[in-house]
């Protein structure tokens, strides 16, 4: 355990940065939590996400509880002084929802990282939100249960940060997002009181469900320090089909007409030409020279062959070859190289990570509008997509000249394209990712000012003061916008 009360900034003495928290007021923040800090580089290591967004500047302390009595004390602290705070975890999130705020604090919640219980009679888990998912996964499997969250980053993402953002993942074509798993949650408000929300039964009405309003706030209206998540029996039998194609609008059409079948895939998934080849130099392997575009197919259960039988014929007219894995090994590389597409592409340089979700109907739709956004703006542009949910995750890459942290222009242009044409096309603007700081605009045309209004006053009532987490996940409504759904 550490603490120390070195200063973020050179000269800095605690004046009137973050609500007017003087040096002594932040002695009483530090002292109160076991593992706290306010040294430059454990501030730098904390300053942003995945998406790479810069901070303003750097946050004045970063504190990693280990209590939910110490979550309390910081939030007291904080809401006393007006000083922002930002939750965080692993960092692993993509849309900017955990860039440090000027003079805040960063509340690092990974040390809280225990699974408190998990229960296979009830078929539940109680977990401390800096426990990692693919952990969790692990030691549900040992009772032949699993998690159903499935996120890309499963292996560093926390069971908090999936909270936050209401994550989905792989496995989200025939489970869902994190929302579904989520039975009950203990939260920390502005205030510093603990309140608890849900229940652990699986069924339960009582009240409104506060539940699913804290599950992707991104952390705006309360901390999570411990939740209930339901668990589900693990498959007995999983078949898997890879289909490569001649191009990548034909692997969306053999995704939506899976859809259309009425068979629910396990996962079902979409990888481009030009992700293909990255994954390729990564890894050795040679995916792009079997097509344009790839799909990954798994169904599950007792009926899993018969199943996958019915989706190969419906894909096969698509396709260029369609080919079911021969056995389990061959099925784990296949699933691991789709893993492997956005480490693969971050060997490429710089990235700008999107997220939208559109129906899944009209994927082909999509999938062409998103390349025809990169072509018109000369940005490059490559897709992933979790094709289950029709949810797409644009990556541009970031060439040309700025300064390595702002969007160059013409990727901007090319990302605001690729929101109209989710819209446009009856999507959202994000499906998975969150709205952080990369999307308020974007976000503010979808919801439109009268729910935008109703959203502010309920952020108002969980936080009066306006200290969680500011200026994140939810824009300030806009003059003459109306609600265009």
Known sequence: MTSTTTPATGGD???????????????????GVGDASAAPGDLLAVSTDRSGTPPGTAARAVVRP????????????????????????????LAGAAVAEAGGVVLDLSRMDRIVELDPAEQVAVVEPGVVTADLDAAAAAHGLMFAPDPGSVGISTVGGNIATNAGGLRGAKHGVTRDAVLGLDVVLADGRLISVGRRTVKGVTGYDLVSLFTGSEGTL????????????????????????????DAAGAAAAITASGVRPLL??????????????ARGSDLAARGAAFLLVQTDGTGAAQEMERLVEV???????????????????????????????ERLGRLLIEDVAVPRSRLPEAVR??????????????VVAHAGDGNLHPVLLLEGDHDGT???????????????????LGGTVTGEHGV????????????????????????????PAGVLNPGKALPAPANGTRNPR
Not at 16 to 25: E, M, N
Not at 233 to 243: G, I
Not at 320 to 334: G, H, K, N, Y
Not at 369 to 381: F, I, Q, S
């Open 222 to 249: 309360g901390v999570v320090v411990c939740a209930t998540v339901r668990l589900l029996p693990r498959p007995q039998h999983v078949t898997t089909a890879a289909a490569f194609f001649p191009a990548v609008e």
């Open 369 to 382: 509008g998103v390349k025809e956004a990169g072509a018109r703006h000369g940005v490059p542009v490559y």
């Open 315 to 345: 894909v096969r007219p698509f396709a260029s070859s369609v080919r079911t894995a021969a056995d389990p090994a061959e099925a784990e590389r296949l699933v691991a190289a789709r893993r492997d597409a956005l480490p693969s592409l």
């Open 13 to 31: 003495t605690g004046g009137d940065t973050g609500g007017g928290a003087g040096a002594g007021a932040l002695d009483a923040l530090l002292a």
């Open 268 to 281: 079902l998934e979409l990888v481009d030409g030009p992700v293909l080849a990255a994954i390729d130099a």
């Open 436 to 463: 952080g700081t990369l999307k308020l605009a974007h976000a503010a045309r979808e919801l439109g000012e009268d729910v935008l209004g109703l959203q502010q006053q309920l952020k108002a009532v969980f936080d």
């Open 406 to 424: 702002g969007i160059p222009p013409a990727a901007q242009r090319a990302a605001d394209d690729i929101f109209a044409l989710a819209l446009e």
């Open 66 to 93: 280990r209590t939910a009595a110490e979550v309390q004390h910081v939030l007291r602290w904080c809401t006393a002084t007006g000083t922002p705070v930002v939750p965080r975890g692993a960092g692993s999130g």
